[in-house]
C-alpha cells in the first residue's frame, strides 16, 4: 500500500492535560483518500486511564490493530492482508483543527524557513536603527580630538553638533509622505546609504574646512530623517496590531543599543587609529546591511513572493485599514488640542533626550575629569538602561491596558514618568560629589526617559491611526527643533555659564511638558 503521508486533523487541546477526571466528549471524524486505499478515523473519549480510541464503522473486511494507546480500523480495497498499521502511519503528519489542508500535503521544512517573515523585517529595523545612533553618537566621542586639533570653541562644537538636525528637520514628514507612496524598503534603504557615505565622507569634510563639515553633517541628517517614517510605514504593513508593541519596542531598543555601540567602540577606535576612523568604520557597515536588506525585505506582504501562506493571511486578517491615504486633512489634525499637546511634549522631551544623547561625553570629560575611553564606557550605562527601560515600559503599559486601564490614563502615567523621573534625577547632579554618583544620576534619568516609548511615543497609533506615519512626522519635526536649538543653546550656555545651567534648563521644559501632557493628551481616536 502506497500510503507515504496522512493528515489527521486534531483538536486544538488534543495534547494538553485534561483538566477533569472525565474530558469531555471529543470525537472527530476526517475521511483521508489516498491512492490506493480508503481510512476513516474517529476519535472517541478518553477513558479512565487517559486512552484514546480510535475505531471504524467499518465491518467488513476491516484488520484491527492497536498502537500504543489508539485503536484503529483500516480498510483498504488493494491493499494485502498482511499490511501493517504502523506502516501506515509511519509518516502521519499531525496538525490541529483549523489549519488549512487545502487537499495537499506539507513536507517538513527547517525551522529557519518557518521563523514569521514579519519579525525578520521588524529585526532589520532594528539593526538599521542600530546603525542610525552609532553613525550619530559617534561625533559626540569624536568630536573631543577633533576640537583639540582644529582648536574649536564649545559654541563652535555646539554648532557642528547641531548641523546634523538641519538636515534631520527636512526630511521628516517628507519622508512619511515618501514612503507612503513608494513604499518603506526602497525610502529605508536609501536612507540608510545616504547616511553611510556621509558618514565616511566626514573626515575630508573636517579637514577641508568648517563650512564642509556642517554640510556634510546636514546631509547626514537627511538619510537618517527618513528612516523613522519608513520604518512605521513598514510595520504599519507587516506587524499585526496585537504585535504592534513589541515591535516598536525593539525597533527603539536599536537605537539605545546603537548609541550603546557607538559609544562603546569610538574610544577604542579612536585610540589605536585616530579619529578618523570611526567615520570610516561605522559608514562601511552600511553597505552590509543594504545588501541584506535588498535581497530579503519587501514594502509589503502582498509583494513578497515568498511568504507562506498561512503568515500572509495572519498579517493580512489582523492588519488595520488597507487603504492607501490619498489626502492629509492638515486643517483637522492642526485643530485638535491633543495633537498640539503631542507636539509641544516631543519638543520637551527630545530638548534634554538630544542634549544628553550629544554632550554627556563632554561632561563626563570636563566636569567629572574621565579620559576619553573611561568616558565612552560610561556613557554606555545610561543608553543600556534605556533598553532596559523601553521594553518594560511597553509590557506595563499593554499589561494596564489589558486589566481594563483607559489608554488615555495608561498614556499619561507612562508619559509622566518619563517626564518627571529625568527632571528629578538631572536637579541632583548638582548635589552629588563622586563620578558613580554622577553616572548612576544619568542612568536613571534615562530610564525613566525611555518611559515616554509608551507615553507618547506611541500616541500617534491613538489618536489617529489611519495618519499616524504623518502625525509622527509632525510632532517629530517639533523634536527635532529642539535637538537643533538645544543642542546649539548648549554650547552658549557653556561658554557663558555652568552646566547646572543647562540642565535647569532641561527640567524647567520638563515640568511644563508634564502639565501640557495630563491637561490636552488623549488616548481616544479624534481623527478617523
Request: contains cysteine; aromatic residues 12%.
Amino acid at each position: 500500500m502506497n500510503a507515504r503521508a496522512l493528515l489527521i486533523s486534531l483538536p486544538t487541546d488534543f495534547h494538553s492535560s485534561p483538566k477533569h477526571n472525565f474530558p469531555p466528549d471529543i470525537s472527530v471524524s476526517r475521511k483521508i483518500s489516498c491512492s490506493e486505499s480508503l481510512f476513516r478515523l474517529r476519535f472517541l473519549p478518553a477513558d479512565r486511564a487517559g486512552n484514546r480510541r480510535v475505531s471504524t464503522p467499518f465491518s467488513d473486511g476491516s484488520v484491527r490493530r492497536r498502537v500504543g494507546r489508539v485503536w484503529a480500523e483500516v480498510r483498504s480495497d488493494s491493499a494485502p492482508k498482511g499490511v501493517k498499521l504502523e506502516d501506515a502511519l509511519g509518516d502521519v503528519v499531525f496538525k490541529r483543527e483549523g489549519d488549512d489542508v487545502d487537499g495537499e500535503l506539507e513536507s517538513a521544512v527547517p525551522w529557519w524557513k518557518e521563523f514569521p517573515k514579519r519579525w525578520v523585517i521588524v529585526v532589520l529595523c532594528f539593526s538599521a536603527f542600530l546603525l542610525c545612533n552609532m553613525d550619530r553618537v559617534n561625533m559626540s566621542i569624536a568630536i573631543l580630538p577633533m576640537s583639540q586639533e582644529f582648536k574649536w570653541n564649545p559654541a563652535t562644537v555646539g554648532l557642528i553638533q547641531s548641523s546634523f538636525f538641519w538636515g534631520y528637520l527636512l526630511t521628516q514628514i517628507a519622508g512619511g509622505i515618501w514612503a507612503d507612496k513608494v513604499g518603506g524598503k526602497k525610502v529605508l534603504a536609501f536612507g540608510v546609504v545616504w547616511w553611510s557615505v556621509a558618514t565616511a565622507l566626514t573626515p575630508i569634510a573636517a579637514k577641508v574646512g568648517l563650512p564642509f563639515l556642517l554640510v556634510v553633517r546636514a546631509l547626514m541628517g537627511i538619510g537618517e530623517g527618513v528612516a523613522m517614517p519608513a520604518m512605521n510605514n513598514l510595520l504599519s504593513k507587516w506587524v499585526p496590531v496585537a504585535e504592534r508593541s513589541r515591535s516598536l519596542a525593539l525597533v527603539y531598543s536599536g537605537m539605545y543599543l546603537g548609541s550603546v555601540t557607538g559609544l562603546a567602540f569610538s574610544p577604542f577606535l579612536i585610540h589605536d587609529f585616530g579619529w578618523p576612523s570611526v567615520f570610516y568604520s561605522f559608514g562601511s557597515l552600511g553597505t552590509v546591511w543594504v545588501a541584506v536588506w535588498l535581497s530579503k525585505a519587501h514594502s509589503s506582504p502582498l509583494e513578497d513572493p515568498e511568504l507562506r501562506p498561512e503568515e500572509k493571511k495572519l498579517i493580512l486578517r489582523n492588519s488595520t485599514s488597507k487603504e492607501p491615504v490619498k489626502s492629509i486633512p492638515w486643517r483637522l489634525i492642526l485643530s485638535k488640542s491633543p495633537v498640539w499637546a503631542l507636539i509641544v511634549c516631543h519638543f520637551c522631551h527630545n530638548w534634554g533626550t538630544f542634549i544628553l544623547l550629544t554632550w554627556m561625553p563632554t561632561y563626563y570629560n570636563q566636569v567629572l575629569k574621565f579620559n576619553l575611553t573611561d568616558s565612552g564606557l560610561l556613557c554606555v550605562l545610561p543608553w543600556l538602561t534605556m533598553a532596559f527601560s523601553a521594553n518594560l515600559g511597553g509590557w506595563i503599559a499593554d499589561t494596564l491596558v489589558s486589566k481594563g486601564l483607559s489608554v488615555t490614563i495608561v498614556r499619561k502615567i507612562m508619559q509622566s514618568i518619563g517626564f518627571l523621573g529625568p527632571a528629578f534625577f538631572l536637579t541632583q547632579l548638582s548635589h552629588v560629589n563622586s563620578p558613580a554618583m554622577a553616572v548612576l544620576c544619568m542612568a536613571c534619568s534615562q530610564g525613566t526617559d525611555a518611559f515616554s516609548q509608551s507615553g507618547l511615543y506611541s500616541n500617534h497609533q491613538d489618536i489617529a491611526p489611519r495618519y499616524s506615519g504623518v502625525m509622527l512626522g509632525l510632532s517629530n519635526t517639533a523634536g527635532v527643533l529642539a535637538g537643533v536649538f538645544g543642542t546649539a543653546a548648549t554650547g552658549y550656555i557653556l561658554q557663558h555659564g555652568s552646566w547646572d545651567d543647562v540642565f535647569k534648563v532641561s527640567v524647567g521644559l520638563y515640568l511644563f511638558g508634564t502639565v501640557v501632557w495630563n491637561l490636552f493628551s488623549t488616548g481616544e481616536k479624534i481623527i478617523d
